[in-house]
T-cell receptor, first 114, second 114 residues
Framework: KAGVTQTPRYLIKTRGQQVTLSCSPI?????VSWYQQTPGQGLQFLFE???????NKGNFPGRFSGRQFSNSRSEMNVSTLELGDSALYLC?????????????FGSGTRLTVV | DQQVKQNSPSLSVQEGRISILNCDYT??????FLWYKKYPAEGPTFLIS?????DKNEDGRFTVFLNKSAKHLSLHIVPSQPGDSAVYFC?????????????FGKGTKLSVIP
């Protein structure tokens, strides 16, 4: 079966711009989580969506937002980009965020802010 | 504060020998622990997990040990193979509503030398 698909794979944006990243989960998975990976901080949780509702949010500023559609696809948006937002953004899907089954991660979107 | 710590950024091991990756945590509410493996330009891949009610879980060449009193877990890979060379992340989660997230360590880069 198809895995978690993230688009685009690479993105270069200018400071101050906004960006939207997309994630298509595995068919049948209803939970989508987003993580930011940077060399200094490792993987940090951004937010988790289930059935179009945000159930949990990490410690990120309000410039980071997301949403989930009725088909479980999810988008995250970062407004007023800063240089420090350069990172690999990973999306993970699961049936119901039951972490004992483990999430399936996509390959990520590499965002570079210049 | 870092709730999941992987104190060794890197580890080199000869092929055929044992690789031991360590992880410490501080949050006593964590009750489920996972190891992920990550190759460059790919998302993390779930490797093995352990519940806090157990102290050991095996899956082929991979064994995870949990010492709850010391808040320490380790991943043993025996025998190590060159294809095991990757970054390994330790992750932890709680249970119940609101625990829909993983807290990751910063990773340990394992190099298996042929």
């Amino acid at each position: 079966k198809a895995g978690v698909t993230q688009t685009p794979r690479y993105l270069i944006k200018t400071r101050g711009q906004q960006v939207t990243l997309s994630c298509s989960p595995i068919s049948g998975h209803r939970s989508v989580s987003w993580y930011q990976q940077t060399p200094g901080q490792g993987l940090q949780f951004l937010f988790e969506y289930f059935s179009e509702t945000q159930r949990n949010k990490g410690n990120f500023p309000g410039r980071f937002s997301g949403r989930q559609f009725s088909n479980s696809r999810s988008e995250m948006n970062v407004s007023t980009l800063e240089l420090g937002d350069s990172a690999l953004y990973l999306c993970a899907s699961s049936l119901n965020a039951e972490t004992n089954y483990g999430y399936t991660f996509g390959s990520g979107t590499r965002l570079t802010v210049v | 504060d870092q709730q999941v710590k992987q104190n060794s950024p890197s580890l080199s091991v000869q092929e055929g020998r044992i690789s031991i990756l360590n992880c410490d945590y501080t949050n006593s509410m964590f009750d489920y622990f996972l190891w992920y493996k990550k190759y460059p330009a790919e998302g993390p891949t779930f490797l093995i997990s352990i519940s806090s009610i157990k102290d050991k879980n095996e899956d082929g060449r991979f064994t995870v040990f949990l010492n709850k009193s010391a808040k320490h877990l380790s991943l043993h890979i025996v025998p190590s193979q060159p294809g095991d060379s990757a970054v390994y992340f330790c992750a932890a989660s709680g249970s119940g509503a609101g625990s829909y997230q993983l807290t990751f360590g910063k990773g340990t880069k394992l190099s298996v030398i042929p």
